[in-house]
Nanobody
């Protein structure tokens, strides 16, 4: 079993920055947090960014590309998301996710999820 715990959410003004972290514990083996998704009220969960745990090409949703950066800290078993130039439309609960298979932009392809952390961007 893999446990994922997000942290770093909060309230920030438009144009500000936040850094999210997702710590993995348990039987991590080859299953490490590898993606961030978000879900706004009344909307479906949507892909934000992904990165292979072993390194490689990152992927971003068009809406966050150039503003968000996903990274990994292997020493701490942590996945991070640096969010800059935040906009009110970035307001959502942010989730980290781990997959046993290939990285994907579809939430259904992920096996483990954190509990989520709220990000609120005021205008």
């Amino acid at each position: 079993q893999v446990q994922l715990v997000e942290s770093g959410g909060g309230l920030v003004q438009a144009g500000g920055s936040l850094r999210l972290a997702c710590a993995a514990s348990g039987r991590t083996f080859n299953m490490y947090p590898q993606a961030w998704f978000r879900q706004a009220p009344g909307k479906e969960r949507e892909f934000v960014a992904s990165i292979p745990w072993s390194g490689g090409n990152t992927a971003y949703a068009a809406s966050v590309k150039g503003r968000f950066t996903i990274s990994t800290d292997h020493a701490k078993n942590t996945l991070c998301l640096q969010m800059n130039s935040l906009k009110p439309e970035d307001t959502a609960v942010y989730y980290c996710a781990a997959t046993k298979g290939a990285l994907s932009t579809y939430a259904r392809d992920y096996d483990y999820w954190g509990q989520g952390t709220q990000v609120t961007v005021s205008s």
